[in-house]
């Protein structure tokens, strides 16, 4: 291994401790009162809410590079520009809630969804040591596959936070985007202290369907249609399935994910698809090795 690929891999372990607290603590310095965000856990709609609001609020058309330097994550807060009524920039952010967040919206998705997207955009990365679902089901729900913790932790730290009991917090699910586009991108539009023009709404959501913002991400990646048709792995643009986990995800495994999150996924309103009795979820739980400490962690 050379010494490129052993940093890379040293950051890649490193991302899932507490080492990255200072860096955490650092991107979240120099932000204002006036700056808003757009955050969620990874793979819950948050690439493709930006790409809606970057053309909402610039009236330009959206492409990756754009969005990014529009709606950048905050590691890139030095770069970011006035968009919003008040002055104000617009961050992406997958981190935990943090105290100096004034305004958000939080999206959110089925944790099933979550997690077969997270593997799917995962699973190409060499640094990856769990290559079958079943040994990244049980990393997942242990919050060491990325830089972000559990889901259920993200979305208590957010949910429970100060600033959803307040009118600057704005809650939106991934499947009411996919059902109602044009409403949703609205109260987004009106959240962020916009006007709202419907026929613009309407063009905004034409322009930036699942077909549109494939071929975007092959341009800005220099892939071929033929690329895409042979894998989805890695892309982020994928199926924007809702409910597709009941194609992919096994009894048992979706019995893992639901004990992990059922409090939540109720709260959000995620109907269980099973049956939460001790007795059919304890061998469950014993046999992939997880007792309930471990996915509480």
């Known amino acids: 291994m050379n010494l490129r690929s052993a940093v890379t891999l040293l950051r890649c372990r490193a991302r899932t401790t507490a080492l990255r607290l200072p860096l955490v603590w650092m991107r979240h310095t120099v932000l204002q009162s006036t700056d808003a965000f757009v955050a969620s856990y990874p793979r819950s709609g948050n690439t493709w809410a930006r790409f809606l609001l970057c053309e909402a609020l610039t009236g330009n058309d959206a492409e990756f590079g754009s969005v990014a330097a529009t709606l950048p994550p905050l590691r890139l807060r030095g770069r970011a520009p006035a968009v919003l009524p008040n002055g104000g920039r ?6 935990y809630y943090h105290c100096v967040y004034r305004k958000a919206i939080y999206f959110v998705r089925d944790p099933r969804d979550v997690a077969v997207s997270n593997y799917e955009f995962e699973r190409l990365n060499p640094h990856l040591r769990e290559k079958s679902f079943d040994d990244f089901l049980r990393l997942y729900l242990k919050g060491k596959v990325n830089s972000f913790g559990t889901w259920r932790g993200h979305i208590h730290s957010w949910l ?5 009991a307040s009118s ?3 809650l939106i699910r991934y499947e009411d985007m996919r059902e109602d586009t044009e409403r949703e991108l609205t109260r987004m539009v009106q959240f962020l202290g916009f006007a709202v023009d419907p026929e613009r709404i309407r063009t905004i959501v034409a322009d930036n369907r699942l077909e549109r913002m494939s071929q975007k991400e092959d341009r800005f990646q220099g892939r071929s249609p033929e690329d895409r048709a042979v894998s989805e792995a890695g892309r982020q643009v994928r199926t924007r399935s809702a409910g597709g986990w009941r194609s992919r995800l096994t009894p048992e495994q979706a019995a893992l994910i ?3 999150a059922g409090e939540l996924m109720a709260r959000l309103g995620y109907k269980s698809g099973l049956d939460y009795h001790p007795a059919v979820v304890r061998p469950i739980l014993a046999k992939a090795a997880l007792s309930d400490a471990d996915i509480a962690s």
């Open 90 to 95: 617009l961050f992406r952010t997958h981190e």
């Open 160 to 164: 429970d936070s100060h600033l959803a």
């Open 168 to 170: 600057n917090f704005l």
């Open 258 to 260: 639901e004990h992990h």
